[in-house]
């Protein structure tokens, strides 16, 4: 099993910033891809970005490009996500994610954590 815990949600104005963390452990492997997924209330889990086992490759859905930056810390088994110019429908609770293999491949992830919340007021 693989154990994903979030960390730095919170409460920020539009326009702030707030960085996640992801820290993995049990039987990860950091070739894994790692990505982020948020779910607002009432809407589907959807994909936000996803990163490849180095910090090279990266997908991102196109609401947040250009704000949004995933990057990970192999020695640390930890991703992040730094989110800049927040937005108050960028609202929702965010769940890190693992899957098997070394690229985002579009399939659903094999592992997930518990979520973080992060509101942004307008």
């Known amino acids: 099993q693989v154990q994903l815990v979030e960390s730095g949600g919170g409460l920020v104005q539009a326009g702030g910033s707030l960085r996640l963390s992801c820290a993995a452990s049990?039987?990860?492997?950091?070739?894994?891809?790692m990505g982020w997924f948020r779910q607002a209330p009432g809407k589907e889990r959807e994909f936000v970005t996803a990163i490849g086992r180095s910090n090279i490759t990266t997908y991102y859905t196109n609401s947040v490009k250009g704000r949004f930056t995933i990057s990970r810390e192999n020695a640390k088994n930890t991703v992040y996500l730094q989110m800049n110019s927040l937005k108050p429908e960028d609202t929702a609770v965010y769940y890190c994610a693992s899957f098997f293999g070394t690229y985002y491949t579009g399939k659903r992830p094999d592992y997930w954590g518990q979520g973080t919340q992060v509101t942004v007021s307008s």
């Open positions: 049990g039987r990860f492997d950091s070739n894994y891809a």
